[in-house]
């Protein structure tokens, strides 16, 4: 009895003790953030917003991310040497870049329909469950989700044409029947439309004056200046092929008389950046070709940057500096050297009196070389841009001196000729106690070494150990600057005839680079497609163009004696003539196709749109097959 | 103490030897489709590494394409599972009119197709032959379907017998302009290249442009000695 009574004030006391704890089996997790609290705390979405600026694809960039997948996550540096701006001279399991027989169909393929969708569950979240947010602020953060949603918009329709615009959350009801979340294909010149309405919609919206790692009213104006330019472009180029690349239902292709409202967009937009803007072409270091090297990459002061990708925090920097410094003035142990600068954009860039690029290696009436007192002596009064993209023979990096000769030529009286001697390794001495093969090549096989006898300085960090492993570079990539805004008008204003006003925009930017006031006075297409060559080398614009003023299947045209579609050195080499004193200790320059580079780049029409994979044909019947494929 | 381990491991050894050679679950397919891409019962010389036909069959779990590449003297062939197939001419892919309309193809054992197919242009009565320090081709284009124009025609060298567009050591192309009137026969003139000078033989062969077309339609290699 007593027993039963101790029990029962056990079980009593403790039902009376755990009772009162409220909510025992409803409580908030502490490992999951709710709808409501993320919604409602800027923090938490401006860390969303981080993640989705982060997964803005690239089809080149500095990093190391290759995820074409659902997630669509690109950013892929080794990308730079697929086409005829570079090739590639790294670790040669990769040399498959220098043999792409051909362009695959699935080649850009993104369809990173992941990231859509976080955006539009993001901003119906904001709008049912941001009740505490101030408008002001709902209205921000609502504004730059579009724009992210319009880029990735911009980067879907340059690939695969139309794409399904998909603007809402589509929820499955569990009917078993999926139809209504089946979209077709909109119209290429839709998602165009789409991509500048959405800018209009939100440019006042968007606040983050002064960011250029955010967007702002004129990051969203930048975005509509090239996707307009992209439409106009199409529009006109594609139908002035023998036989325009269309689809019957418009998801392919643009009717030609949209051109001139389009590239009208792109000019606007453009002069709204350059009038208005807080944004000025870099000019502060007074040597032109230092100035635009800076205009990329410095950071402090720096106004002509619109929108880019910084890596700050220390873990986030990244390997290009380390991959792609110059080999002779690398400070690791390994690396270098991966992308090296084609011969071919290097000849792009003019001379400074407006001559045509091409590098004088023999005389006119080619029976001899032309001798140069040192190796820098071929490159003399070129477009100064030629010095801030490309590190050529002799040029100098972080204060040193690049040396780049691959061996020397020894005058043979016998055989009236003379003798190339290259050394089998780098940084070698010939007999007569002069350097063979410099530190930095070139040479035809090692890896590592440039095999085009040239290197990239844009984007190479030019500070102390950063192209270390320890230490790594926190170099930008840039999406959007004022010089690309200039081209993007002069472009659009030449299409529309106004080309007074497209000259304005053009010698702008030659005059930064070195040549004179108003250097041009006639404007072709051809040179603006040249000056956008050279302007905007390695920032990811070179497929791009070619694919929308429809040439890339003419300059890629697979055929190996096509001198666009191959990828091309040059070697310089010492000259040994005793006796001979305006030619011995002189330096000679042989032009070749690269040893290492074997296919000629080859682009057909079924590239001109990315095939879509044939997984998503299977789920969505409504969409149908890009040409070609 | 050893020997237990040393008879224990060798029993596990012989269990992994005698189980290892377990066969795999999956015959391998064991019928053949080959045919050619005719025109007018003649195959239609195309590019080497550039035409593909799509082979399709319903009623599996994974739907995906069965990509048949086209050799370039028109052949193909695929190893295959026995069944019923559907071969699609992709649209755009060959130099001929585009045809979606798919042909039944019932594999078993060894099976023969022929494709067929309609080109824009067929090469007729080509010859070529070395003059002085050139080849010369003499042949003539026919119009089978006049949708689309004719934009050039090519004379393509090379070493081997794989010739066209992209292999190649030396080409020359005449424009429609430069050929004019395609009912007469065209003739095209070009140098030997310094990598065949040295050469006993070589192989040439014509290629004719649709415009609008990305591939060109080609003649059998034709050996020059």
């Known amino acids: ?629 | 103490m050893n020997k237990i381990l040393s008879s224990a491991f060798i029993a596990m050894l012989l269990c992994m030897l005698v189980t290892g050679c377990k066969k795999d679950n999956f015959e391998k397919p064991s019928s053949t489709l080959s045919g050619t891409v005719v025109y007018n019962k003649e195959a239609v010389g195309v590019r080497s590494n550039g035409v593909q036909l799509e082979l399709w069959q319903r009623g599996f779990q994974l739907f995906t394409k069965i990509p048949v590449h086209v050799g370039q003297d028109g052949s193909f062939s695929a190893s295959l599972f026995d069944g019923n197939y559907k071969l699609v001419r992709l649209p755009g892919n060959g130099p001929w009119i585009n045809n979606t309309d798919s042909i039944d193809i019932t594999v078993n054992g060894n099976t023969v197709v022929e494709v067929p197919v309609q080109p824009y242009f067929i090469i007729k009565n080509a010859t070529a032959a070395k003059a002085g320090t050139g080849v010369t081709a003499t042949f003539s284009i026919e119009r089978v379907n006049a949708s689309q124009p004719l934009e050039s025609a090519s004379l393509y060298l090379a070493k081997t017998n794989i010739v066209d567009a992209v292999n190649n050591l030396g080409s020359t192309t005449l424009s429609a302009d430069a050929i004019g009137d395609i009912t007469g026969p065209v003739t095209i003139n070009v140098t030997i290249p310094a990598a065949l000078t040295g050469q006993s033989f070589f192989y040439v062969r014509i290629g004719v442009k649709t415009a609008g077309v990305a591939e060109r339609i080609y003649t059998q290699p034709i050996k020059i000695e």
């Not at chain 1, 730079?80 to 570079?86: F, G, I, K, Q, R």
């Not at chain 1, 369809?111 to 569950?121: A, E, G, K, M």
């Not at chain 1, 077709?184 to 919609?201: H, L, N």
């Not at chain 1, 472009?233 to 009717?255: C, D, F, H, R």
Request: glycine share 8%; with cysteine.
């Open chain 1, 1 to 629: 009895m007593k027993r039963l009574y101790i029990l029962s004030l056990i079980t009593g006391s403790f039902l009376l003790l755990t009772g009162c704890m409220k909510d025992w089996l409803d409580r908030e997790p502490r490992t999951i953030l709710s709808d409501e609290q993320v919604w409602n705390d800027p923090k938490q979405i401006t860390a969303l917003l981080a993640n989705f600026y982060d997964r803005i694809p690239a089809e080149s960039g500095l990093t190391d991310v290759n995820n074409d997948g659902a997630d669509g996550r690109l950013f892929q540096w080794r990308n730079m040497a697929n086409y005829d701006e570079a090739m590639w001279s790294g670790q040669s399991n990769e040399d498959g870049r220098n043999n792409i027989t051909s362009y695959g169909f699935g080649s850009w393929y993104l369809w990173n329909y992941t990231y859509i969708r976080d955006i539009n569950l993001a901003l119906e979240n904001i709008e049912k469950y941001g009740i505490s947010l101030p408008d002001e602020a709902k209205k921000q953060y609502s504004a730059e989700l579009r724009f992210l949603r319009a880029l990735n918009y911009f980067n879907l329709v340059k690939r695969m044409g139309g794409v399904p615009l998909v603007t809402k959350q589509l929820i499955y009801d569990y009917s078993g029947n999926v139809a209504d979340l089946q979209q077709p294909r909109a119209k290429e010149s839709e998602i165009y439309d789409f991509i500048g309405s959405e800018v209009d919609a939100i440019k006042d919206q968007l606040g983050n004056a002064g960011s250029n790692s955010r967007a702002n009213k004129y990051t969203a104006l930048a975005l509509k200046s090239r996707a307009m330019l992209y439409a106009g472009s199409i529009a006109k180029y594609n139908n002035l092929m023998p036989v325009p690349i269309t689809t019957p239902g418009g998801e392919v292709g643009i009717p030609a008389d949209m051109a001139n409202a389009y590239y009208q967009k792109a000019l606007d937009a453009s002069k709204e950046i350059i009038n208005s803007g807080p944004y000025a072409l870099y000019r502060n270091n007074p040597d032109p070709g230092e100035n635009f090297y800076e205009a990329v990459t410095k950071k402090a002061t720096n106004r002509e940057v619109i929108f880019v990708k910084d890596f700050l925090y220390p873990t986030r920097r990244h390997w290009f500096s380390y991959d792609n410094i110059a080999r002779g003035i690398r400070e690791d142990n390994l690396g270098s050297s991966s992308v090296v600068p084609s011969l071919n954009l290097v000849e792009s860039f003019e001379y400074l009196d407006g001559s045509n690029g091409a590098l004088k290696t023999r005389t006119p009436d080619n029976t001899d070389y032309i001798y140069y007192d040192n190796p820098a002596a071929i490159f003399a009064n070129k477009d100064a841009r030629l010095y801030g993209t490309i590190i050529y023979p002799g040029a100098s990096f972080k204060g040193l001196t690049v040396s780049i000769q691959a061996g020397v030529m020894v005058w043979n009286g016998g055989r009236n000729a003379y003798d190339v001697i290259e050394g089998s390794d780098l940084g070698t001495t010939y007999s007569d106690g002069r350097l063979l093969t410099a530190s930095s090549g070139p040479h035809r096989s090692i890896m590592e070494v440039s095999n085009t006898g040239f290197y990239i300085r844009k984007f190479i960090d030019p500070n102390d150990k950063t192209s270390t492993r320890g230490i790594q570079s926190d170099i930008w990539w840039v999406w959007f600057r004022l010089g690309e805004i200039y081209l993007n008008a002069g472009e659009a204003a030449f299409e529309l005839g106004q080309t007074g006003d497209a000259l304005l925009y053009i010698n702008a930017l030659r005059e930064r680079a070195g040549f004179g006031a108003n250097s041009l006075t006639t404007l072709t297409i051809d040179r603006i497609r040249n000056e956008r060559r050279v302007e905007l080398a390695f920032e990811d614009h070179r497929l791009w163009d070619l694919k929308r003023w429809r040439i890339a299947d003419k300059v890629w045209n697979g055929n190996a004696s096509s001198p666009d579609a191959m990828i091309y050195a040059l070697y310089p080499y010492r000259v040994i003539r005793p006796g001979d004193v305006n030619r011995d200790g002189k330096y000679v320059f042989v032009k070749m196709i690269a040893p290492r580079f074997r296919a000629p780049r080859f682009f057909q029409l079924g590239n001109y749109y990315t095939a879509i994979n044939q997984a998503v044909l299977n789920n969505n019947p409504k969409i149908i097959r890009n040409p070609f494929h």
